[in-house]
T-cell receptor
Framework: GQSLEQPSEVTAVEGAIVQINCTYQTSGFYGLSWYQQHDGGAPTFLSYNALDGLEETGRFSSFLSRSDSYGYLLLQELQMKDSASYFCAVMGGGSYIPTFGRGTSLIVHP | DTGVSQDPRHKITKRGQNVTFRCDPISEHNRLYWYRQTLGQGPEFLTYFQNEAQLEKSRLLSDRFSAERPKGSFSTLEIQRTEQGDSAMYLC????????????FGQGTRLTVV
């Protein structure tokens, strides 16, 4: 099977930098994705890492270490609108079906 | 709007009734997923289709649940003899191709079983 671990909640202030960690267990790993979900909204895709290293997309960056089965999402210059749940999702086990973690609730304070 | 659409957005039903939800994926997307999400949890995989073929179902999926995608376009998810534990948000997502890593989600159908 597949499993993921991520913190349940992270708090930060506007303008700060926050890192949300994700560790996973799976066989036949393909890649790790990150999704954002606002309350009452649909999950929206943020990033995907298949290879080790850092991928940067604007204020958001995502990192992967395959050897450590670990990744993180880095959010810079936090804004109030970044308050949301963030999910890591692993693709592995022989299929490209995203398996999601339980999510991290990010609360951004003024 | 060319995104993934789901209907209805909300459904309240009495225990024991059958319910059916519909998902219209992005038109050129050939892979379609159904997920269930409860409060404070991540989306939980239920089943997926590659075109009209249902290729995988979660072991957690009760036989009261059935899904179809008859023409490889829209899909329906039916729950028979609903139970209170079925109360959840049911999310549909689609991707272009079988190795496309970006899934597009609909707004979901929130089911409440009373």
């Amino acid at each position: 099977g597949q499993s993921l671990e991520q913190p349940s909640e992270v708090t930060a202030v506007e303008g700060a930098i926050v890192q949300i960690n994700c560790t996973y267990q799976t066989s036949g790993f393909y890649g790790l994705s990150w999704y954002q979900q606002h309350d009452g909204g649909a999950p929206t895709f943020l990033s995907y890492n298949a290879l080790d290293g850092l991928e940067e997309t604007g204020r958001f960056s995502s990192f992967l270490s395959r050897s450590d089965s670990y990744g993180y999402l880095l959010l810079q210059e936090l804004q109030m609108k970044d308050s949301a749940s963030y999910f890591c999702a692993v693709m592995g086990g022989g299929s490209y079906i995203p398996t999601f973690g339980r999510g991290t609730s990010l609360i951004v304070h003024p | 709007d060319t995104g993934v659409s789901q209907d209805p957005r909300h459904k309240i039903t009495k225990r024991g009734q059958n319910v059916t939800f519909r998902c219209d994926p992005i038109s050129e997307h050939n892979r379609l997923y159904w997920y269930r999400q409860t409060l404070g949890q991540g989306p939980e995989f239920l089943t997926y289709f590659q075109n009209e073929a249902q290729l995988e179902k979660s072991r957690l999926l009760s036989d009261r649940f059935s899904a179809e995608r008859p023409k490889g376009s829209f899909s329906t998810l039916e729950i028979q003899r609903t139970e209170q534990g079925d109360s959840a948000m049911y999310l549909c997502a689609s991707t272009l191709g079988d190795r496309n890593t970006e899934a597009f989600f609909g707004q979901g159908t929130r089911l409440t079983v009373v």
